[in-house]
């Protein structure tokens, strides 16, 4: 008996481990083959393309979902160029694998390129194009009990949070450089490591507290939902300062412009693919924030949808100088922001020196978009959706209305001085107007008072004369430099100097209260 129940085990047994074989088997086929096959596939096609993929890198900010498209990436593999995309959130590193051939192209803004290219010693890649231009993706926020407006942080006390060596941090200086003479050197920075980390230490900071915090978008967004927060600055009156570049290594364009050309103009019909669909760049925000891991509401994509502009084909025509002043609706040719750019990040102690002075043309390569204009390339054979948004020009105001704007800052505190009892520019003070000029189109949405100064002595009628004078003839040549003359004006001080600053126009930069 005990024989039998122990032969009946065995058979059970047997039956059981039989059933666990062959559900191992099913298992095998439909599930763990399956995913073998697949992984090894996914090997050989890494590997089979591992010496011909272009390698471009980016990080997530959105202006940068184009790039990162399904579209775009499908229609650059019908052209058998399979761009992979790495994500290199570090400037410095992004730029050192640009020069080692590790990346064959990469996204800078013109800023962290001048600061980078500071620091190597070298510019390893060539502008091939401008991919977009923050219209208020990159801010600075604060609790509006403590900063109510940017002249509350003119104190040496003041502090501003933020991700170091980042656009954020260009967008900081550039508030500093004409409006809030007491931050000097570094010691208003207080740097973080990320973006999350200036929003946690939004959260956890006092309310009365004397700090600014500048972020980019979506943590913008995010951070000024707090009902208690107040947008005190961003990309919005700063025009032409954080701006998206496309650039190609110099060894990588030399061995494949076709690539490189093929590269650009898939993109540009690619941008203009989604810009032309209703909601399309929306949608294509939604579904680019996801693959990083931020589900985006639509409201969310919209906002940020608003902030950037994405340079399209006759707008890169514009800033490569390929179209005339008439076509090209005020927009900054690429080396005169890059001139102006590196004149901010000097004067703020960013870098020492403008290591391309006089020689911006040379950081940037206009071939391919000189053959697609001569070409009449235009995405889609229409311009409907790819014209030139230029600058919006601001009103014209009344005397009582320019009586009406805030102060915000000087312009750096520069003067323009002239001969004793002259009011005709000298050599140098009209470079140094051009300078102004230059750092005014930086700002589009605010306006500009010249103040012409005299000395005390003699007579006080005939000094209000000259002193008007000097302010006229720094607002003409202003104008014959392309500002607008709703936005500057001429007057003479009310005060007569016994210092140098007698002999020279200072300025007031102004905006309408909100």
Do not use: C
Request: hydrophobic letters at 40%; aromatic letters at 8%.
């Amino acid at each position: 008996m005990d024989q039998e129940r122990k032969a009946g085990r065995w058979i059970i047994l047997g039956v059981i481990i039989l059933a666990l074989i062959a559900l191992g088997g099913l298992a095998y086929k439909h599930f763990i083959s399956p995913a073998v096959q697949k992984m090894q596939a996914k090997e050989k096609l890494a590997e089979r393309f591992k010496g011909d993929a272009l390698r471009f890198g980016t990080d997530w900010f959105a202006g940068y979902a184009v790039l990162r498209s399904p579209y775009y990436l499908d229609l650059l593999a019908q052209k058998t160029i399979h761009l992979v995309i790495e994500d290199e959130p570090d400037y410095k590193k992004r730029m050192e694998k640009l020069a080692s051939g590790e990346l064959h192209m990469a996204v800078f803004t013109i800023d962290t390129e001048l600061s980078v290219g500071s620091q190597l010693g070298n510019f390893p890649g060539t502008i091939v194009l401008v991919i977009d231009e923050s219209v208020g993706a990159d801010g600075i926020v604060a609790y509006k009990t403590a900063v109510p407006n940017v002249q509350a942080l003119n104190r040496p006390d003041a502090k501003i949070v933020l991700f170091k060596d980042t656009p954020n941090e260009t967008l900081a200086r550039h508030m500093i450089s004409g409006m809030l003479p007491a931050l000097t050197g570094d010691s208003w920075i207080v740097g973080m490591e990320n973006e999350e980390q200036v929003y946690k230490e939004f959260l956890r900071t006092p309310k009365t507290a004397l700090r600014a915090f500048a972020l980019w978008e979506p943590w913008l967004s995010k951070t000024l939902e707090n009902p208690d927060a107040i947008l005190i600055y961003d990309t919005s009156q700063a025009t032409s300062t954080v701006v998206d570049v496309w650039i190609v290594s110099s060894a990588y364009y030399k061995a494949e412009p076709v690539k490189v050309r093929q590269t650009i103009e898939t993109y540009l019909q690619a941008l203009h693919h989604y810009e032309s669909q209703s909601g399309g760049m929306v949608q294509l925000v939604i579904d680019d924030g996801k693959q990083s891991g931020d589900n985006l509401s639509e409201k969310q994509a919209r906002q940020i949808v608003a902030k950037i502009r994405w340079k399209n084909t006759m707008e890169n025509y514009a800033h490569f100088g390929l179209l005339n002043l008439s076509e090209s609706g005020g927009l900054q040719r690429l080396d005169s922001m890059i001139a102006s750019i590196a004149r901010m990040l000097v004067k703020t102690g960013k870098i020492s020196r403008h290591p391309m002075a006089g020689r911006e043309h040379e950081l940037y390569d206009d071939q391919i978009l000189s053959a697609l204009k001569r070409e009449n390339f235009h995405p889609g054979d229409s311009v409907q959706h790819d014209g030139v948004r230029g600058v919006k020009e601001l009103q014209a105001l009344t005397p009582e209305q320019w009586n009406t704007l805030l102060v915000v800052g000087n312009l750096d505190a520069r003067s323009i001085d002239f001969l004793r009892s002259q009011s005709s520019l000298t050599v140098q003070g009209k470079r140094d107007v051009e300078e102004v000029a230059e750092q005014l189109k930086a700002w589009p949405s605010y306006y500009l008072t010249v103040v012409g100064n005299t000395r005390k002595e003699g007579d006080p009628e005939a000094n209000r004369v000259l002193a008007k004078a000097r302010a006229d003839t720094v607002v003409e040549k202003m104008i014959q430099l392309g500002i607008i003359k709703n936005r500057v004006r001429g007057i003479a001080s009310t005060e007569n100097q016994n210092n140098p600053q007698g002999q020279s126009v200072t300025f007031k930069l102004l905006r309408q209260s909100y």
